[in-house]
């Protein structure tokens, strides 16, 4: 999955990044490097979003019957953060439902 910073001015690997929340500020650790990633209004938010980020890490795969798209899609996508996903056609009502490649949208607030 592909982490884009709140500012939206850098992307980065979840796997080869280590990733921890001091009071309201999630960091990032690149390299030798450590980066704000996000900084939100209370540590609770803080670790509201970090969750949020793990939670969405987790690829899902689905077969569905008679569902449509929009439907598998409330189902599974595991954050309103993560935009891209695939959702393929494999017959008149059969969708193949696979989540990879995420990208992870720092939430702005």
Do not use: C
């Amino acid at each position: 999955m592909r982490v884009v910073s709140q500012k939206r001015d850098f992307s980065f690997d979840f796997d080869r990044t280590v990733f921890w929340k001091q009071n309201d500020i999630i960091y990032a650790k690149i390299g030798s490097e450590s980066t704000v990633i996000g900084k939100y209004e209370s540590k609770e938010r803080a670790a509201e979003v970090f969750e949020d980020m793990h939670r969405a890490y987790a690829p899902v795969y689905s077969i569905s019957d008679g569902l449509s798209r929009e439907q598998i899609e409330s189902m599974i996508v595991p954050s309103k953060n993560v935009a891209a996903m695939n959702v393929l056609n494999a017959g008149q009502s059969m969708y193949i439902t696979t989540f990879d490649n995420y990208v992870y949208y720092m939430p702005e607030e």
